[in-house]
Structures are given as structure tokens and as C-alpha cells.
């Protein structure tokens, strides 16, 4: 521990200070009720979270107060916010509906390699700073739609493989 700054929460634990840190961003405050609600977990267990992660020093808690972020806290919640957006935008790339996008993009943000996170944000920050929709993604949507390869591909193939 001490500064190290590799995983030590599990995923419920980081799921608070993420449902924190939307809270702190949307409203400017987080509530115990509001994090409850949110969570849908029982006030008492927010309070022994808090008191938890507090301990930790990721967060600053004192009952009948509100909660704040430390350093720590809100540099966890932003790696968490940029996980989360990168992985739904890359769900959402490839046909994903927006529900599905956003439920899945919340398991996966707590487990996701560091690597795999980074490379993925890379992969679609290109795809979609692209002067135009990609060939190929487009040709995937087809593919979706359909199940055929568009003609394009089928040409490109039979010349590599002639
Ligand atoms: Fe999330």
C-alpha cells in the first residue's frame, strides 16, 4: 500500500468512489442517501464504506457531513470516468445498444489491465477522430446487418487469394 498506486480496492469499493466523483461533478456533493439510492445499498452500508475508504485515504467522511474525494480518491475516479467512456464508446462502436454499453462498461472498468485500457482508448480515439467513418466500420455495420461481407471485401479477398 502507502503510495503505491497499483489496484487495491475491489470493485464494489471502486465503484463508490466513481458513483462519488459523478456526484461531486454533477451536483458538487455526495450524499449518503444520494449514494444509496444510486448504489441501491443501504444507508448503514455506505456509512461503514465510507468510514472504509476514509481509513484508506480516498476519501475525507464525517458522519451527518458530506463526502470529498482526496488526491488519491479523485485521481482513481477520473481513471475510472476515462475507463468507462472508452469502454462504452467502443461497445457502442461496434452496434452495442446504450444500456448495454454503459451496464457492461461499468463491470469492466474495475477489471480491465492498465495496458488493455490504454490501448483500447487509443484505438478508439483514432477510429472516431477520423475525417470519416472508417471503411471498416463501416463494413461492419453491414456485416451486422446483413451477415455478408460488403462486396469491397469479398473482391479484396479473392485478389489476395488468386
Ligand atoms: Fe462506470
Redesign the pocket.
Known amino acids: 500500500m502507502g503510495t503505491d498506486t497499483t489496484k487495491t480496492l475491489s470493485a464494489s469499493e471502486e465503484s463508490y468512489i466513481?458513483t462519488i466523483g459523478n456526484l461531486i461533478r454533477e451536483r458538487g456533493y455526495a450524499r449518503v442517501t444520494e449514494i444509496a439510492s444510486i448504489l441501491n445499498v443501504k444507508p448503514p452500508s455506505v456509512t461503514n464504506m465510507l468510514q472504509k475508504l476514509d481509513e484508506q485515504k480516498y476519501v475525507t467522511y464525517k458522519r451527518y457531513r458530506g463526502v470529498i474525494l482526496t488526491k488519491k480518491g479523485r485521481s482513481l475516479a477520473k481513471t475510472?470516468e476515462r475507463r468507462?467512456n472508452t469502454l462504452k464508446r467502443f461497445f457502442v462502436m461496434i452496434g452495442v445498444s446504450d444500456e448495454n454499453a454503459e451496464k457492461d462498461?461499468?463491470k469492466i472498468?474495475h477489471e480491465i489491465d492498465p495496458e488493455t485500457a490504454k490501448k483500447l482508448a487509443k484505438f478508439v480515439e483514432f477510429v472516431q477522430s477520423a475525417p470519416r467513418t472508417p471503411p471498416f466500420l463501416e463494413h461492419f455495420t453491414q456485416y451486422l446487418e446483413t451477415g455478408e461481407r460488403p462486396k469491397e471485401c469479398k473482391v479484396k479477398i479473392q485478389i489476395k487469394e488468386s
Do not use: S
Request: hydrophobic share 35%.
Open positions: 466513481e475510472l468507462h462498461a461499468c472498468e
